[in-house]
RNA sequence: GGCCGGAUACCCAAGCGGUCCAAGGGGACGGAUUGCAAAUUCGUUAUUCGCGGGUUCGAAUCCCGCUCCGGCCUCCA
């Protein structure tokens, strides 16, 4: 078996085969930094690395590259030809509040004015919970910064991109000074989403500001520069000072990046559903505009959203929860990881605390397995069907669930695990990324990352001398009073556990 | 209106025509263990897969219709 995997370009399940295996170029779109990325962005982005891990499980070599968007587009995107205030603009007052009233992260000396800082202060946020959440990538790129590009690096790019595409006839300048790509010179215009462009002319209807419609060809061209002087971010360019459109980031960096040299097609290309259209129907019509190849991506891999407590969440909606309120919260990075990951990527997973807790029960009793065996003198070997079963799972279309469920009927009917055993379990844990991720966010992590917990700090030393005083009136078999403590303990959020080295305590989460 | 998904027990969820009176996790309940808990452990918890037809020797799995739910169609992962 190898793997099989959904392609949005062909609407089907077919065969993942990379043009020159085992190298596989992967690029996926990452995170806007003009704010903290919610757990909806992770569960995305943790799908594109649980393809990325079973991949490398299956012997190929991956090279990923995931950018952070830190141009400052705009908020209203009419047609994506700009309107509205700029969102790094947004971003800027938002700061400004926060340094007000004294809520930004101790240690941050941040200058608000400076779109750049603001940025950088978003990307710096973004690694720290994606590497918490063991995005592999997110790693990586502390030893190759290129792994994870901005686009603010790669406005040359761009413009070359943009002069080509007008040299070639497929992008234009209108009446208004904005370039735009001219969708008709691309037939397959449509193909990933399934539009076509008469539909996408009759759709467009009503929704479309009319005086910039009537510069455009095609109601679906898209802009590629927009000259504007007053911009928060702009750059010289042969159609005069301003930004570049929204879409052309993804094409420049993967093009540079993945497809450098004679190779004009990457592997694989991954983003959130929402990015279907337009964004990657526009990096196609872009990217194959430059190339003249067959593919921008061969296979296209897009995880869908995620609810939160039955409710869809969105940022318009303000419902989302970011990586630090679970963690300040009390919740384990192993458990939100698995929580995020467990539900098939073509699936709308639903997010619920009721969930966190699930997933935090099993990670644990993972997590015993392995101690357990690698504790054990056993030198049994493992039982290799389990990899077989999971290796099956996986390779029909990443199904998580199904390698989860013989992961767990083995745990549960193996025998005291053997050193083998352990070492098994951790092999698959390649893939699921749990057990190498810390059960409990520790103070320092938390500090780490800016936030306090939410359950406030707890005096570890008067915890401990309630548990000295509990344990002495069980041994005087006084249980009405080390009853008594135990709830006062809960009370605190405490839960004890008396074990046969003694007594040890967590902290519950909230 | 166009395109695309989905409906399996209290909750999450696998299942891809026979080996399904349907995996796995959580929960609940009962037993062992424990001073009591926690953890562990043993057992129980869907003769049934949204509804109605059909194809087939055989369907949760294929086809048709219906009901309901969700996504995208230029903010969004």
Redo the contacts with the bound molecule.
């Keep these: 078996m190898s793997l099989r995997l959904y392609n949005t370009l062909s609407?089907s399940v077919e065969p993942f085969v990379p043009a020159h295996p085992p190298r596989v170029t992967f690029y996926s779109?990452g995170?806007?930094v003009y704010d903290f990325?919610?757990i909806?962005?992770f569960?995305?982005?943790l799908a594109a690395d649980l393809l990325r891990r079973y991949l490398e499980f299956s012997g190929y070599q991956v090279r990923q590259v995931m950018n952070m968007t830190d141009v400052g587009?705009m908020?209203?995107?009419?047609?994506?030809d700009g309107g509205g205030p700029d969102?790094l603009e947004v971003a800027r007052q938002r700061l400004l509040e926060s340094k007000k009233a004294g809520k930004l992260p101790p240690g941050v000396s941040l200058d608000p004015d400076d779109p750049y800082a603001i940025g950088s202060f978003y990307a710096e946020a973004f690694l720290a919970d994606a590497r918490v959440l063991g995005l592999k990538v997110a790693s990586e790129m502390l030893e190759d910064p290129s792994l994870m590009p901005r686009p603010t690096q790669y406005v040359p790019q761009m413009i070359a991109l943009t002069k080509k595409l007008i040299d070639d006839r497929h992008a234009y300048v209108a009446s208004d000074g904005v370039v735009y790509f001219d969708v008709q010179s691309f037939p397959e215009y449509g193909q990933l989403?399934?539009?076509t462009l008469d539909?996408?002319r009759s759709?467009?209807g009503g929704?479309?500001d009319e005086a910039n419609q009537a510069v455009k060809k095609h109601?679906?061209d898209?802009m590629l520069w927009k000259p504007d002087p007053t911009h928060l971010m702009r750059w010289p360019s042969p159609w005069g000072e301003g930004y570049p459109g929204?879409h052309l980031e993804c094409s420049a960096m993967a093009l540079d990046l993945l497809a450098s040299g004679d190779e004009r097609t990457i592997d694989l290309h991954s983003?959130?559903?929402?990015?279907?259209?337009?964004?990657h129907e526009c990096e196609i019509a872009q990217s194959r505009g430059v190339t003249g190849a067959k593919h921008f991506a061969r296979h296209w891999f897009h995880?869908?959203?995620?609810f939160v407590e039955g409710e869809?969440?969105?940022?318009?909606k303000g419902t989302f929860l970011t990586v630090r309120d679970l963690l300040a919260r009390g919740y384990g990075p192993a458990a939100i990881r698995l929580e995020l990951i467990?539900?098939?990527y073509?699936?709308?997973?639903?997010f619920?605390f009721?969930?966190l807790?699930?997933?935090d029960?099993?990670t644990?009793?993972w997590r015993?397995f392995v101690e357990r065996g690698e504790a054990s003198g056993s030198d049994r070997p493992a039982d290799e069907a389990v990899a077989r079963e999971f290796a099956d799972?996986m390779d029909?279309?990443l199904?998580i669930?199904?390698a989860?469920?013989a992961v767990?009927?083995w745990i549960?009917q193996a025998a005291e695990p053997s050193r083998a055993d352990a070492a098994l379990m951790r092999r698959l844990d390649t893939v699921l990324g749990v057990l190498e991720l810390p059960e409990q966010a520790d103070a320092a992590l938390l500090e780490r990352l800016g936030i306090a917990s939410a359950g406030g700090s707890v005096d570890a030393a008067h915890v401990e001398q309630l548990i000295a005083d509990r344990n002495a009136a069980?041994a005087s078999r006084d249980?009405?009073k080390?009853?008594a403590v135990?709830d006062e303990l809960a009370a605190m959020g405490i839960?004890?556990?008396?074990?046969p080295d003694g007594t040890t305590w967590t902290q519950r989460p909230r």
């Design positions: 609407r779109c995170p806007t990325a919610h909806g962005n569960r995305s982005f587009h908020v209203d995107d009419e047609a994506a969102k989403s399934g539009n539909q996408l759709g467009a929704r479309i109601p679906a898209f929204w983003g959130g559903e929402d990015n279907i259209f337009p964004h995880p869908r959203h995620l869809k969440m969105s940022k318009s467990k539900t098939h073509r699936s709308n997973a639903n619920t009721q969930g807790k699930d997933t029960r099993m644990a009793r015993a799972a029909n279309d199904n669930a199904g989860m469920g767990n009927k549960g069980r249980f009405k080390a009853d135990r839960e004890i556990k008396d074990g």
